[in-house]
C-alpha cells in the first residue's frame, strides 16, 4: 500500500458518530424545522439551533432523525417516528452501521432500525455517515489529500471498507472488533488489504 | 372476476397469524429444540410440546422465533435475538407484515424487526406466514381448490396481493385498512383488481 500519505480509522464507532454533520445538514437544509430525534446519548452541544421536539408534543413533525441505537429505541418511539414518516416528514440517519462490539456483546446499531423503517415506510432517508459518500469526502478533504491518497481502515466490510472503495479510497479490512468472517464471506466485493490487528497498518503503508 | 369459486380474506391481520403453522414447523423440524421466542401476546395453547427459553436461561439456543410485533421488541430482547442468531441459531419468522393498522395508527409489524435482525445477521429466516409460498398453497388446500380457482383479498400490496399473485392465486387489493397509494405506486407489481372496500369484492365474482 505504498503512495497512501493519509488514513481514516474506525475503532469501532468513533468516526461514525458524525452527528456534527448531521446538525450542520438540518440546519442548512431545515431551517426551523420541528425534528423529532431517536437517539441514545446527550447530544445537546451539537444541537444547538434545532428544534427538537418532546415525547408530548402533538402536531406536524417536518424531520425524522435516526441517531445512536440503544436502551430508547423501543417499539412505541420507533412507532411515533414511524408515523411521522408516513405522514410526510423526512428522513435522516445519522449514520447506517448495523452492528457494534459492546462489553455485553454484539449489538444493533442505528443501521439496523433504519432498515426497519426503510422497508415498512418505503422512504430512503438522507444518510449523513458511513457508508454516504459525503462522508468520505469530508473525512479526505480534512485530511487534505485526494481520494486516491488516504485509505479507510475498518472493521466493517460494507459500511467502512467497500463504501470508501467506492468512493476510491484504499480500504482496509481489520480483524477485529465487530468483524465476522461470514461477513466478509458474503460481502459484496472484497477489500484491498485484510490485516489482523491496527498494528499491521503501519507497515502496509511504506 | 369470473370463475372463482374461494377467496382468502386478510382483515388486517387475521391470516397473518399462522402461529400453528410456526409451531407445526418447530415441532417436526427442531425437535427438543431451544426455542427464543419473541413475541408480543399468548401463545400457550399453540406452543405445547416446545422448549421455550426464559429471560434467565444462559445457555445455546436453537432457534430464534419472531413472532407478532409488539411492546416487548425492546433493544434489550432483539440483541438478545440477534447475539443468538451470531451464535448460529436458527432464523424463523412468523410472517413477514411490515405494518398494521391499530386504534392509535400504523404501527411496525413482525416484518420491520425481521428486515433489521435480517441486514444485521445477514441471515434470511424461515418465514411461515405471508408472503411464504406454502401460506398460500396451504390455504388454497384448506378451500380444497386449487390456486387459479381462488382470489386472495386484503390490504397489503405486497404481502396479500402481488405475493398471491405469483403462487397463481387472483389478487385483490382493498383501499382500507393499512391501504396507502404511495405502497400502491412504488410496489413491485399490479393487482389484478383494486377496490374501496370489501363490500365490492362480491360483485367480482359473478
Chains 1, 2 share one sequence.
Not at 447530544?43 to 421536539?53: A, F, N, Q
Not at 454484539?106 to 423503517?117: F, H, I, K, P, Q
Not at 472488533?177 to 499491521?200: M, N
Request: hydrophobic share 45%; charged share 20%; with cysteine.
Amino acid at each position: 500500500m505504498s503512495q497512501v500519505d493519509g488514513l481514516l480509522i474506525d475503532i469501532d464507532g468513533v468516526l461514525s458518530v458524525s452527528w456534527v454533520a448531521t446538525a450542520a445538514h438540518l440546519r442548512r437544509h431545515h431551517p426551523g424545522a420541528k425534528c423529532l430525534l431517536l437517539n441514545s446519548g446527550d447530544l445537546s452541544e451539537d444541537m444547538e439551533g434545532i428544534d427538537l421536539v418532546d415525547h408530548a408534543y402533538n402536531g406536524v413533525v417536518d424531520v425524522v432523525v435516526v441517531g445512536g441505537a440503544g436502551l430508547n429505541f423501543t417499539h412505541v418511539e420507533l412507532n411515533r417516528a414511524f408515523g411521522h414518516l408516513l405522514d410526510g416528514a423526512t428522513f435522516v440517519a445519522m449514520h447506517r452501521n448495523l452492528c457494534w462490539r459492546t462489553a455485553s456483546g454484539m449489538e444493533l446499531d442505528t443501521g439496523a432500525y433504519v432498515a426497519a423503517l426503510e422497508e415498512a415506510s418505503g422512504l430512503t432517508p438522507v444518510v449523513h455517515g458511513k457508508p454516504s459518500e459525503d462522508f468520505f469526502a469530508t473525512g479526505v478533504a480534512e485530511l487534505g489529500l485526494t481520494a486516491n491518497r488516504v485509505a479507510m481502515v475498518g472493521g466493517d466490510i460494507e459500511n467502512d471498507v467497500l463504501a470508501a472503495q467506492r468512493c476510491g479510497l484504499r480500504g482496509v479490512l481489520v480483524r477485529t472488533g465487530k468483524f465476522r468472517p461470514q461477513a466478509l464471506d458474503r460481502a459484496s466485493g472484497r477489500p484491498d488489504h485484510v490485516v489482523d490487528s491496527f498494528a499491521e497498518v503501519p507497515e502496509l503503508i511504506d
